[in-house]
């Protein structure tokens, strides 16, 4: 069956820099589209970075030019670099498998990782 395992989460100083992967079994991960969302407390989950299927990629404006999202095929892994954190980024973070990616929107499926918790603190 599907599996998103995150990991990578954790506390850190306001400015400093942290990676989270995200480990996909049960898929061709390869062929894919991925997510990170994050949800920070009291708010809705929100869409942080998309990666294709062919290494496109789209970010929310809060966090573009901070964040990086990646993948390694290879490895079956998602990963997402997080530069220059700030007390706005604390949130759960979760992975996503993509159900489709039509006309710039992503579109998630239920398939989701069991959160990772990322904590900066100011």
């Known amino acids: 069956q599907v599996q998103l395992v995150e990991s990578g989460g954790g506390l850190v100083q306001a400015g400093e820099s942290r990676r989270l992967s995200c480990v996909a079994s049960?898929?061709?991960?390869?062929?894919?589209?991925m997510a990170w969302y994050r949800q920070a407390p009291g708010k809705q989950r929100e869409l942080v970075a998309t990666?294709?299927?062919?290494?496109?990629?789209n970010y929310a404006n809060s966090v573009k030019g901070r964040f990086t999202i990646s993948r390694d095929n290879a490895k079956n892994t998602l990963y997402l670099q997080m530069n220059s954190l700030t007390a706005e980024d604390t949130a759960v973070y979760y992975c996503?498998?993509?159900?489709?990616?039509?006309?710039?929107?992503?579109?998630?499926?239920?398939?989701w990782g069991q959160g990772t918790q990322v904590t900066v603190s100011s």
């Open positions: 049960g898929i061709i991960f390869s062929s894919r589209h």
């Open positions: 996503n498998l993509g159900n489709r990616f039509t006309g710039g929107i992503y579109y998630p499926s239920g398939y």
């Open positions: 990666i294709t299927s062919r290494n496109n990629t």
